[in-house]
């Protein structure tokens, strides 16, 4: 079954048609602990789904752990339900993939799933992909015909009462998806086309939108997200995401903010280091490539793309340097040692080892 995709202000309302058509009599609602109420939400499916059954699950944290997504899963067999309805940002959209997933793996059952995000960031809701933890440690899993949402709904009114430091760390991660995707060795026609539209959004709205509940510049910003998303179902990300995850779990920085940080000292390593290019397309094509990323930022060369990376997360109120969120030299190693998720860094086109990753992070010190 394709996706089902309703986009705009007021395509909340689409879920009451979705819920008849599907014949639904319970349902299972995963959301965020306390953005469910905050976005207003609530008071859309309180009105728009008085008439059905629902269990809602909120109990797992914002970087949810295995543990956490058994509980739901636990809590998700215990009736018959005949849909699954997702609000809240990625992580909440992953933890209904998950306990699909795991209930399809179970009984063979595809219960429909309608995810709708209130942040626009990880695009989660354009992706099978599952990000979860165990301990400290990052997993991803998915199958395409399983975790990708049946129907996504990406209604901006959500949107517009995000905390400022929020909407800026996941506007970083569209960011981060976008470019990441765009040099990434997977990347097709179709993938790129998504992640142009997604750079010329984020870096013509994302700084004005950050606070700003401008419905224009929400709706701009929420459509970047979901391209972005769109662009990573295709591609996977690469070795930004990969570093991200290290310093979200021992450092609790947010993870879009994580991947912003080593953004554009990526961007200039993948075109200047002299590591092998390990995009079969080759180097003048990679060089090409880094060179279109660089137009679309703004930026003469890849050197002034990355400030203005940096500069833009100064503006939405993103710190740049380690050390100012805490992470001092011993933390660089705990960084190095963690964040060499093979399945990411090999998709960067450019071969990055230890010692490379060392002079990006202390070149962000």
């Given at each position: 079954?394709?996706?089902?995709?309703?986009?705009?202000?007021?395509?909340?309302?689409?879920?009451?048609?979705?819920?008849?058509?599907?014949?639904?009599?319970?349902?299972?609602?995963?959301?965020?602990?306390?953005?469910?109420?905050?976005?207003?939400?609530?008071?859309?499916?309180?009105?728009?789904?008085?008439?059905?059954?629902?269990?809602?699950?909120?109990?797992?944290?914002?970087?949810?752990?295995?543990?956490?997504?058994?509980?739901?899963?636990?809590?998700?067999?215990?009736?018959?339900?005949?849909?699954?309805?997702?609000?809240?940002?990625?992580?909440?959209?992953?933890?209904?993939?998950?306990?699909?997933?795991?209930?399809?793996?179970?009984?063979?059952?595809?219960?429909?799933?309608?995810?709708?995000?209130?942040?626009?960031?990880?695009?989660?809701?354009?992706?099978?992909?599952?990000?979860?933890?165990?301990?400290?440690?990052?997993?991803?899993?998915?199958?395409?015909?399983?975790?990708?949402?049946?129907?996504?709904?990406?209604?901006?009114?959500?949107?517009?009462?995000?905390?400022?430091?929020?909407?800026?760390?996941?506007?970083?991660?569209?960011?981060?998806?976008?470019?990441?995707?765009?040099?990434?060795?997977?990347?097709?026609?179709?993938?790129?086309?998504?992640?142009?539209?997604?750079?010329?959004?984020?870096?013509?709205?994302?700084?004005?939108?950050?606070?700003?509940?401008?419905?224009?510049?929400?709706?701009?910003?929420?459509?970047?997200?979901?391209l972005s998303g769109k662009a990573i179902n295709i591609t996977k990300t690469t070795?930004?995401?990969?570093?991200?995850?290290?310093?979200?779990?021992?450092?609790?920085?947010?993870?879009?903010?994580?991947?912003?940080?080593?953004?554009?000292?990526?961007?200039?390593?993948?075109?200047?280091?002299?590591?092998?290019?390990?995009?079969?397309?080759?180097?003048?094509?990679?060089?090409?490539?880094?060179?279109?990323?660089?137009?679309?930022?703004?930026?003469?060369?890849?050197?002034?793309?990355?400030?203005?990376?940096?500069?833009?997360?100064?503006?939405?109120?993103?710190?740049?340097?380690?050390?100012?969120?805490?992470?001092?030299?011993?933390?660089?190693?705990?960084?190095?040692?963690?964040?060499?998720?093979?399945?990411?860094?090999?998709?960067?086109?450019?071969?990055?080892?230890?010692?490379?990753?060392?002079?990006?992070?202390?070149?962000?010190?």
């Amino acid at each position: 079954m394709k996706q089902k995709e309703f986009f705009g202000y007021g395509s909340i309302n689409k879920i009451a048609g979705i819920a008849s058509e599907l014949d639904t009599k319970r349902i299972f609602l995963v959301t965020g602990r306390d953005s469910y109420e905050h976005s207003g939400v609530k008071n859309c499916l309180d009105m728009l789904l008085h008439h059905y059954e629902i269990n809602r699950f909120n109990q797992f944290s914002s970087n949810p752990r295995l543990v956490d997504i058994m509980r739901g899963f636990e809590l998700f067999k215990k009736e018959d339900y005949e849909l699954i309805i997702a609000v809240g940002g990625g992580s909440v959209i992953d933890v209904a993939k998950a306990i699909k997933l795991f209930n399809f793996n179970k009984c063979s059952s595809k219960t429909p799933l309608v995810a709708v995000p209130t942040t626009s960031g990880t695009g989660s809701e354009a992706t099978y992909y599952i990000v979860y933890y165990i301990g400290k440690e990052k997993q991803s899993e998915g199958l395409p015909e399983i975790t990708l949402p049946d129907y996504s709904i990406c209604d901006p009114t959500f949107t517009m009462n995000i905390p400022k430091k929020i909407a800026a760390a996941t506007g970083m991660d569209a960011l981060g998806q976008a470019i990441e995707s765009y040099w990434n060795i997977n990347s097709t026609k179709e993938s790129k086309e998504f992640a142009k539209q997604s750079i010329s959004l984020l870096i013509d709205n994302l700084e004005k939108s950050v606070g700003n509940p401008d419905p224009e510049l929400k709706e701009k910003v929420m459509r970047a997200a979901n391209l972005s998303g769109k662009a990573i179902n295709i591609t996977k990300t690469t070795a930004c995401h990969s570093i991200s995850y290290p310093i979200t779990s021992y450092f609790h920085i947010h993870h879009g903010h994580a991947v912003g940080l080593t953004l554009g000292e990526m961007l200039v390593y993948n075109y200047y280091s002299k590591q092998e290019c390990v995009d079969q397309r080759g180097e003048d094509y990679l060089k090409s490539a880094l060179e279109e990323i660089t137009a679309l930022i703004g930026g003469k060369d890849v050197i002034e793309a990355r400030d203005i990376l940096y500069d833009l997360m100064k503006n939405i109120g993103l710190e740049t340097k380690l050390i100012d969120l805490g992470i001092n030299k011993e933390g660089i190693e705990v960084i190095i040692k963690r964040g060499f998720n093979p399945e990411r860094v090999k998709n960067n086109p450019r071969h990055l080892d230890e010692d490379n990753l060392r002079e990006i992070l202390e070149s962000i010190y």
